[in-house]
C-alpha cells in the first residue's frame, strides 16, 4: 500500500514500500527530501504537468535505476538524485531550464546521459564524482562547461 500525501498539487509526503513509483496526475511539484534514503524505489515515472522536484527529493536512493521524467519538466533541484547508484542513465527533455548542483552527483553507474537543446548547465557539477559516462549526447546550443 503507498499512500502520497497531496498539499495544493506538491507532494509532500509519502509512506509505503513500493519498488516501482508512479507519482499521481495533478502532481506539479516534489517537496525537498519526500523520498530521501528510500531503499525500495528501484523506478519512478513522473506525470505530465510536473514542473519541478525539490532538493534532495530522490537522495540516496540507491536501488532507484530508473527516472522516466515528463516533458511539462523545469527544474531539478540541487541533491535531488545524488547518491542514486543504481542510475544508469538520464535524459533530460527539453522543457527542463534549470537543474541544481549535484543533482545526479554521486550516481556511480551513470553511463548515459542525454541532454536536450538549450538547457546551460554550466558550473553546477550536475554529475559530480558520477560514473564512467560513456555517452553524452547533446543536442545543439547545450552549454557544458563544469559538469563533473
Same mark, same amino acid.
Given at each position: 500500500?503507498?499512500? /502520497? ?8 509526503? /509519502? ?35 510536473? %514542473? ?6 530522490? *537522495? ?21 538524485? !545524488? ?5 544508469? *542513465?538520464? /535524459? ?5 531550464? *534549470?537543474?541544481? /548542483? ?6 556511480? *553507474? ?6 536536450? %537543446? ?5 558550473? !553546477?557539477?550536475?554529475?559530480? !564524482? ?9 543536442? !545543439? ?8
Amino acid at each position: 500500500m503507498v499512500r /502520497y500525501d497531496i498539499k495544493d498539487g506538491v507532494l509532500v509526503g /509519502y509512506s509505503g514500500s513500493a519498488k516501482n513509483l508512479l507519482i499521481p496526475a495533478g502532481v506539479v511539484g516534489i517537496a525537498d527530501g519526500v523520498f530521501a534514503g528510500d531503499d525500495m524505489v528501484e523506478s519512478v515515472c513522473f506525470p505530465s504537468g510536473m %514542473e519541478w522536484i525539490g532538493e534532495g527529493a530522490f *537522495e540516496g536512493c540507491r536501488r532507484l535505476s530508473k527516472a522516466v521524467f515528463s516533458e511539462t519538466l523545469i527544474r531539478i533541484g540541487d541533491d535531488a538524485f !545524488k547518491g542514486c547508484t543504481g542510475l544508469t *542513465e538520464v /535524459y533530460l527533455p527539453s522543457s527542463v531550464r *534549470e537543474v541544481g /548542483y549535484s543533482a545526479f552527483g554521486e550516481c556511480r *553507474e551513470l553511463r548515459t546521459v542525454s541532454i536536450a %537543446e538549450g538547457l546551460n548547465l554550466a558550473g !553546477k557539477g550536475v554529475f559530480q !564524482k558520477s560514473g564512467g559516462k560513456q555517452r553524452i549526447q547533446l543536442n !545543439k546550443r547545450v552549454r557544458i562547461d563544469n559538469l563533473i
